[in-house]
């Protein structure tokens, strides 16, 4: 069974704080994803990586970076975390296939900045 | 520009009610991927189906059953004689196969309460 694990599952950080989140996958995929989830938004990408060290923007990477030294794990940092960033954030995974594959997600972390 | 519209928020129906959740999506692309995923209270999102856009046939696995109408650019998920472990978001998902980075596009979900 793919198992994709995050570091915590709840979180409580201060504003301005820097804060890491974790995400490990043990199933030597290539593709790694950050989402955030939030009421009535549905899941927003964040960034993804397809390769170790290689990272690409999704929809919105204001605010974040990540970091995959790497293949089974996948970063992402708030440099310095604001309330807006409060959120359920999802990590997953998926390999390289000929065709696209389904993503594999870990049990989330809910942050609370306060 | 690619798009998934969930366009029912919230459904609540008593226990053994068969339910249809609705998904409709854009794309200008003529091959790609159709996806479910179920989140229940636990949170972690649980993949249920991928269909790809040149495969209509209609799918049916056990009490589930998903209706692909290209025409309509249609897919829709019906539980049948739902059952209160069914009681979760769901989201409807797509993805193109121009780029190398199996990106998904997600809707925004559709929250289902089972009634005992």
């Known amino acids: 069974d793919v198992k994709v694990t995050q570091s915590s599952r709840y979180l409580v950080k201060r504003t301005g704080e820097k804060v890491f989140l974790e995400c490990v996958q043990d199933?030597?995929?290539?593709?790694m994803f950050w989402y955030r989830q939030d009421p009535g938004l549905g899941l927003r990408l964040i960034y993804f990586?397809?390769?170790?060290?290689?990272?690409e923007k999704g929809d919105i990477p204001e605010g974040y970076s990540v970091s995959r030294e790497k293949k089974e794990r996948f970063s992402l940092i708030l440099e310095s975390a604001s309330t807006n960033q409060t959120s359920m954030y999802l990590c997953?995974?998926?390999?390289?296939?000929?065709?696209?594959?389904?993503?594999?997600f870990g049990p989330g972390t809910r942050l609370t900045v306060t | 520009a690619q798009k998934v519209t969930q366009a029912q928020t919230e459904i609540s129906v008593v226990e053994k009610e068969d339910v249809t959740l609705d998904c409709v999506y854009e794309?200008?692309?003529?091959?790609?991927?159709l996806f479910w995923y179920k989140q229940p209270p636990s949170g972690e999102l649980v993949f249920l189906i991928r269909?790809?856009?040149?495969?209509?046939q209609n799918e049916i696995s056990g009490r589930y059953s998903w209706n692909f109408q290209k025409s309509t650019s249609s897919f829709n998920f019906t539980i049948t004689a739902s059952q209160v472990v069914d009681s979760a978001v769901y989201f409807c998902?797509?993805?193109?196969?121009?780029?190398?980075?199996?990106?998904?596009?997600f809707g925004k979900g559709t929250r289902l309460h089972i009634l005992p």
């Open positions: 269909r790809n856009s040149f495969d209509e």
């Open positions: 997953a995974s998926s390999p390289v296939a000929a065709e696209t594959d389904e993503q594999y």
């Open positions: 998902a797509l993805s193109e196969t121009v780029n190398r980075d199996d990106k998904i596009i």
């Open positions: 990586s397809y390769d170790v060290k290689m990272k």
């Open positions: 199933m030597d995929h290539e593709n």
């Open positions: 794309t200008r692309d003529t091959t790609y991927y």
